[in-house]
């Protein structure tokens, strides 16, 4: 699917007609903001009360989702929502949600954005387009008003979280889309491009027909005499880049497409106001790309809270790599900055395994002793395991082993989950899809509490760590 360009003229009053301009708008070209928030800016509080209270009414749903999500929410905030996401940086229990850089399914941005919120994230990172920041400023108020309608202490089991864009200074597969012409599929192939897709953003229709064959070479691999009825492909805003159905194809008919977020755009997106921290990817060997990014940005970067850097492991040049950013990012710093360690990129659904990439990689960071100053905060391979990874490596807490106590700086100031935060609330992201027209998770309780129960459960472990009186957890 192309990227097409397409200029809003009026407010869209609809979040489906958002949806489906979202979809298929390229991100820098629209400027959705204003409309999304004139159009849901009361409209999910409306539709939670009206359609809740309907069901309750007509008995296809009783009371014990919302009081079971009731007391679940006052459960987790006495952890959760206490401090503001700064101190979390500082006392080692920073959690972000990590949406993708290239991910733009505004819909489930925005259900994410209200589930992870009410679990208690900090942050919630995603890319740099108009209308997933909108997305995740509507999922943000969703939440909220949910606490609202639940009539539980609002100011206890509410914080809001920063929201965070990714941007990129050169190639990084964090910015990238999958593409293949379906035409060149092989009629028999058992399209495992399909199920290795994490994000099911291939999608095929077999009623298609092909009107024209084309007799030329696929743009990407060997394909050049099949003809299919395969209808379909990449779904763009859903593709994240991990690259996994491009080796499967046995064909070799994927490729994918990189792309370099537009500065101009983002120093617009900056300027909004909605926006409070930002994180650039960069790699070995992008110092030049990155200091020409950074003197772009600057002045824009100004009213910022948070400025996080995300590097793969570069190896041995990890520290002196770590220290020349931070030479060229000093002198116009004007808040904390944070280190992204992506220690095996996109792959934390994957399983157990995943996680050792990065907790090592932290393990490794964190023991130089000539690192330049700058939290710590994992990412890449991060899942379920990843905490008690951390625990094992000593690395959670700075526990001074000595006298048993907890120094006020931990060693690593938190996780950021991507691919697996995103994972264990699919489910209930698939049934919301196929049990209405609503696309408000809230709108149907006994899935929001289902959601929220996923999530609560990668976020809370690592909230209630709780210090006894001789730095026993309990
Ligand atoms: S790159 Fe990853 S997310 Fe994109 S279509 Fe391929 S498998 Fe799916
Ligand atoms: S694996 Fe390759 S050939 Fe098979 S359906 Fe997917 S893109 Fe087409």
Known sequence: MAWQTCELQKPVLSIQALTSLGK????????????????????????????????????????????????????????????????????????????????????????????????????????????????????????????????????????????????????????????????????????????????SAIHFTADGTVSALPYKKSTYGDANVYTSPLVGGVITERCYGCGRCIPVCPVRNIGAK???????????????????????????????????LWKRLETALQSLKLIAVSLPDLGDCMTSS???MYAIMQPSLRCPNLWQLDGRPMSGDIGKGATMAAVSLAARVASSSNRPPGYLQLAGGTNFYT????????????????????????????????????????????TLEKTGPALQLESYPSLLLEAVRQAASLVGPIKSFKFGSRGQIR
Not at 92 to 108: M, N, P, R
Not at 260 to 289: D, K, P, Y
Request: proline share 3%; net charge negative.
């Open 387 to 430: 905490l008690a990874a951390l625990e094992r490596a000593g690395l959670f807490k700075s526990l001074d082993k000595r006298d048993e106590v907890y120094t006020t700086e931990a060693l690593v100031a938190g996780i950021a989950f991507g691919g697996y935060a995103r994972k264990i609330v699919h489910d209930c992201f698939s």
């Open 258 to 292: 990189n792309y370099v977020r537009s500065t101009e755009a983002i120093i617009e997106l900056l300027r909004g106001g909605e926006v409070q921290a930002i994180e650039i990817h960069t790699g070995a060997g992008h110092f030049e790309a990155f200091e020409s």
């Open 24 to 199: 298929f708008c390229k991100p820098e070209t629209v400027k959705l903001s204003t409309a999304f928030r004139l159009a849901t800016r009361n409209g999910s509080r409306r539709l939670l009360h009206s359609r809740v209270a309907q069901q309750i009414s007509d008995g296809s749903i009783d009371n014990t989702a919302l009081t079971t999500l009731a007391s679940l929410l006052q459960k987790l905030s006495v952890d959760a929502c206490h401090g503001s996401p700064e101190d979390s940086l500082r006392d080692g229990q920073w959690v972000k949600l990590i949406c993708g850089a290239s991910f733009e399914d505004v819909a489930e941005v925005r259900n994410l954005s209200l589930v992870y919120t009410l679990a208690g994230v900090d942050c919630i990172d995603c890319a740099a387009n108009p209308a997933i920041v909108a997305a995740v400023g509507e999922g943000i108020s969703a939440a909220k008003h949910v606490v609202d309608y639940l009539e539980i202490d609002f100011e206890q089991c509410f914080r809001k979280p920063w929201i965070m864009v990714s941007i990129n200074d050169d190639e990084d597969p964090h910015f990238r889309k999958a593409e293949f012409d379906a035409r060149f599929c092989p009629p028999n192939c058992s399209r495992p491009c399909e199920r290795v897709c994490p994000a």
């Open 322 to 324: 770590l220290s020349s």
